[in-house]
């Protein structure tokens, strides 16, 4: 069996962030992963361009059981270090809205730049080696018997993911493994997902597919985001979707305001003052796209001129535009999902180590604990400061 001081089993985002800081610190490392490439999930995340961290990252962009947990890691390791990273390794980048950074080139960069860092730290990195069995020994390592090798550690890093998108490998092996050593996992679902339609709403919202629009839309709890939504023939998507599903449970309605910073009501009155004879069709087709227009109304009311209009019936249309309530079927779950809500139960963490706080020498990084963040870089932040401040510790 061979001895390493750290050995981390995944080798994403997270995991070779620790891996190259412990590495520097002179720590003996081996990453594991069953995959036949590092960093799966970064080579596809931002279209291949990765949006790898934001310029302005703050505890309230992340969803956490423990809201205070995240705040020591991202304090200590922030998004201008690691913006510094990459332009050490003379990486080009551009800003994109809400302080969104992507690469100019591809993704590939941010793997290689991580694969370089590795290297230079010494930290070994071994791929398709599937773990047979974890445990800790009476000497109080740890033992990992792999398809590739049989390893021993003193300290073990766990940074295998989430569940979301199974195609690249996910799975709830990081889960089983807090469970084994008697630690709590949060339950799990699918979150920065898109939204599916019942089978009534499909047939009548089928034919909007690729109409964008800007939105403000609002989940129950209050929680809103203005951002693009997207019609698709499954459902809702769009960025606005996507981050708003993080805050919904089923069978809740989203209100959807089709005309941000907008009042419907007031445009409607000042358009019946001024073309009172227009029909509502071709007034409200100057503000949407036709076709959601007429998915939107009823034929009939849409034929009306606007001076044919009740007030009472004014009000109902302003209110449609402006809070549509919509209560969606489901999400597209995890098959499509950014991230995953819930996980390792943070309070049973160090938030300055991540170790856990019952075994000495486990640790939890990246998004197989309960940390998950907004669309817009800020979930490879939290693998970039959790696996510093992992790094720091073993």
Same mark, same amino acid.
């Given at each position: 069996?061979?001895?390493?001081?750290?050995?981390?089993?995944?080798?994403?985002?997270?995991?070779?962030?620790?891996?190259?800081?412990?590495?520097?610190?002179?720590r003996?490392?081996?990453?594991?992963?069953?995959?036949?490439?590092?960093?799966?999930?970064?080579?596809?995340?931002?279209?291949?361009?990765? &949006?790898?961290?934001?310029?302005?990252?703050?505890?309230?962009?992340?969803?956490?059981? &423990?809201?205070?947990?995240?705040?020591?890691?991202?304090?200590?390791?922030?998004?201008?270090?690691?913006?510094?990273?990459?332009?050490?390794?003379?990486?080009?980048y551009?800003?994109?809205?809400?302080?969104?950074?992507?690469?100019?080139?591809?993704?590939?960069?941010?793997? &290689?730049?991580?694969?370089?860092?590795?290297?230079?730290?010494?930290?070994?990195?071994?791929?398709?080696?599937?773990?047979?069995?974890?445990?800790?020994?009476?000497?109080?390592?740890?033992?990992?018997?792999?398809?590739?090798?049989?390893?021993?550690?003193?300290?073990?890093?766990?940074?295998?993911?989430?569940?979301?998108?199974?195609?690249?490998?996910?799975?709830?092996?990081?889960?089983?493994?807090?469970?084994q050593?008697?630690?709590?996992?949060?339950?799990?679902?699918?979150?920065?997902?898109?939204?599916?339609?019942?089978s009534?709403?499909?047939?009548?919202?089928?034919?909007?597919?690729?109409?964008?629009?800007?939105?403000?839309?609002?989940?129950?709890?209050?929680?809103?985001?203005?951002?693009?939504?997207?019609?698709?023939?499954?459902?809702?998507?769009?960025?606005?979707?996507?981050?708003?599903?993080?805050?919904?449970?089923?069978?809740?309605?989203?209100?959807?305001?089709?005309l941000?910073?907008?009042?419907?009501?007031?445009?409607?009155?000042?358009?019946?003052?001024?073309?009172p004879?227009?029909s509502?069709?071709?007034?409200?087709?100057?503000?949407?796209?036709?076709?959601?227009?007429e998915?939107?109304?009823?034929?009939?009311?849409?034929?009306?001129?606007?001076?044919?209009?009740?007030?009472?019936?004014?009000?109902?249309?302003?209110?449609?535009?402006?809070?549509?309530?919509?209560?969606?079927?489901?999400?597209?779950?995890?098959?499509?999902?950014?991230?995953?809500?819930?996980?390792?139960?943070?309070?049973?963490?160090?938030?300055?180590?991540?170790?856990?706080?019952?075994?000495?020498?486990?640790?939890?990084?990246?998004?197989?604990?309960?940390?998950?963040?907004?669309?817009?870089?800020?979930?490879?932040?939290?693998?970039?400061?959790?696996?510093?401040?992992?790094?720091?510790?073993?």
């Open positions: 069996m061979i001895h390493h001081d750290v050995i981390i089993i995944g080798a994403g985002a997270a995991g070779l962030m620790c891996a190259a800081t412990a590495g520097y610190r002179g003996d490392v081996l990453v594991l992963d069953n995959a036949k490439q590092a960093g799966k999930k970064i080579l596809i995340s931002g279209g291949g361009r990765c &949006n790898f961290t934001n310029q302005k990252v703050e505890p309230h962009n992340f969803i956490c059981g &423990n809201s205070h947990f995240v705040k020591s890691a991202l304090a200590r390791y922030r998004s201008s270090d690691f913006i510094e990273l990459v332009e050490r390794h003379g990486i080009d551009h800003e994109r809205d809400h302080g969104q950074l992507f690469c100019n080139d591809s993704a590939k960069d941010i793997v &290689n730049m991580l694969m370089t860092e590795c290297e230079w730290a010494g930290a070994k990195v071994q791929l398709r080696t599937e773990m047979t069995k974890v445990s800790k020994n009476a000497q109080g390592q740890f033992e990992v018997l792999t398809s590739n090798g049989d390893f021993s550690c003193d300290s073990l890093v766990i940074a295998t993911g989430g569940l979301s998108m199974p195609k690249l490998g996910a799975s709830p092996y990081g889960y089983k493994l807090a469970e050593f008697g630690l709590s996992v949060l339950p799990t679902q699918a979150g920065l997902v898109p939204f599916t339609w019942h009534d709403q499909k047939a009548r919202f089928e034919p909007l597919s690729g109409i964008a629009v800007p939105s403000t839309i609002t989940a129950e709890d209050g929680t809103q985001f203005s951002e693009a939504l997207l019609f698709t023939h499954r459902g809702l998507s769009g960025p606005a979707i996507l981050q708003i599903s993080n805050y919904w449970q089923a069978g809740q309605a989203i209100s959807i305001d089709l941000p910073n907008e009042s419907a009501a007031e445009k409607l009155e000042i358009a019946l003052a001024n073309s004879k227009q509502l069709r071709n007034t409200i087709s100057q503000w949407l796209p036709k076709r959601l227009v998915a939107l109304f009823d034929a009939a009311q849409l034929d009306k001129a606007l001076n044919q209009l009740g007030h009472g019936e004014r009000e109902q249309i302003a209110k449609d535009l402006n809070e549509w309530s919509i209560v969606m079927n489901g999400t597209e779950g995890y098959r499509t999902a950014e991230v995953t809500l819930g996980g390792v139960d943070t309070n049973e963490l160090s938030s300055k180590t991540m170790e856990a706080k019952s075994v000495a020498g486990l640790y939890f990084i990246g998004e197989v604990m309960d940390v998950s963040g907004w669309l817009g870089g800020f979930n490879f932040q939290w693998a970039w400061s959790s696996g510093v401040a992992a790094g720091m510790a073993v």
